[in-house]
């Protein structure tokens, strides 16, 4: 069992950036892969990035691609998601989520994880 909780949403005008966290607990953090997905109002839950277990394959959805920067640090049970020039697009409440096993080519569907955390909202706007 993998509890999650977001922290650092906030309000944040266009082009600046953002770090959000997600604390795990759980003695087998280590051994999970970890996710951010982003759900906008009105629109489906979608996939932002992901991190195998070890940290050493990182994988981003296009839009975040070169912006975003997914980190795990497993002795500290945490995993982040570095955002820089945000856009108002990427205004949305973003989950952490946590999966036993992530294959290669399913790391982007949310049915794959198996943890959910409760969201933090990240607003960009001027």
């Known amino acids: 069992q993998v509890q999650l909780v977001e922290s650092g949403g906030g309000l944040v005008q266009p082009g600046a950036s953002l770090r959000v966290s997600c604390a795990a607990s759980?003695?087998?953090?280590?051994?999970?892969?970890m996710g951010w997905f982003r759900q906008a109002p009105g629109k489906e839950r979608e996939f932002v990035a992901a991190i195998n277990w070890s940290g050493g394959n990182t994988y981003y959805a296009d839009s975040v691609k070169g912006r975003f920067t997914i980190s795990r640090d497993n002795a500290k049970h945490t995993v982040n998601l570095q955002m820089n020039s945000l856009k108002p697009e990427d205004t949305a409440v973003y989950y952490c989520?946590?999966?036993?096993?992530?294959?290669?080519?399913?790391?982007?569907?949310?049915?794959?994880?198996?943890?959910w955390g409760q969201g933090t909202q990240v607003t960009v706007s001027s």
């Open positions: 759980g003695r087998t953090f280590s051994s999970y892969a």
């Open positions: 989520a946590a999966a036993k096993v992530l294959s290669y080519s399913d790391y982007d569907s949310p049915s794959e994880y198996d943890y």
